[in-house]
Nanobody, 125 residues
Framework: QVQLVESGGGLVQAGGSLRLSCAASGRTFGGYVMGWFRQGPGKEREFVGAISLSVGSTSYADSVKGRFGISRDSAKNTVYLQMNSLTPGDTAIYYC??????????????????WGPGTQVTVSS
């Protein structure tokens, strides 16, 4: 089992930046993929982006491409979601998730095996 916990959420003004962290414990594997999802008020959970832990390749939803970046710190077993140019539309609970499929293109929640409890991000106008 892999345990994930997000941190770094909070309140930020529109146009500001925020960096979320996802710390993983337990066994991780070569080819493991970490994804970020979010769920806004009254909305379904949607894909934000993902990173391959082995090679660092990333993919992003069109809605965040160019504004958000995902990185990893293998020594700390942590992945990051850097969010820039935030808008109120980015307000959501943000979740990190782990997939054993090994593809950074995994964009469906059903493709992920492990989930963190989420962290709230609120962007004020």
């Amino acid at each position: 089992q892999v345990q994930l916990v997000e941190s770094g959420g909070g309140l930020v003004q529109a146009g500001g930046s925020l960096r979320l962290s996802c710390a993983a414990s337990g066994r991780t594997f070569g080819g493991y993929v970490m994804g970020w999802f979010r769920q806004g008020p009254g909305k379904e959970r949607e894909f934000v982006g993902a990173i391959s832990l082995s090679v660092g390749s990333t993919s992003y939803a069109d809605s965040v491409k160019g504004r958000f970046g995902i990185s990893r710190d293998s020594a700390k077993n942590t992945v990051y979601l850097q969010m820039n140019s935030l808008t109120p539309g980015d307000t959501a609970i943000y979740y990190c998730a782990g997939s054993r499929s090994g593809s950074y293109s995994n964009s469906s929640p059903g493709q992920y095996d492990y989930w963190g409890p989420g962290t709230q991000v609120t962007v004020s106008s």
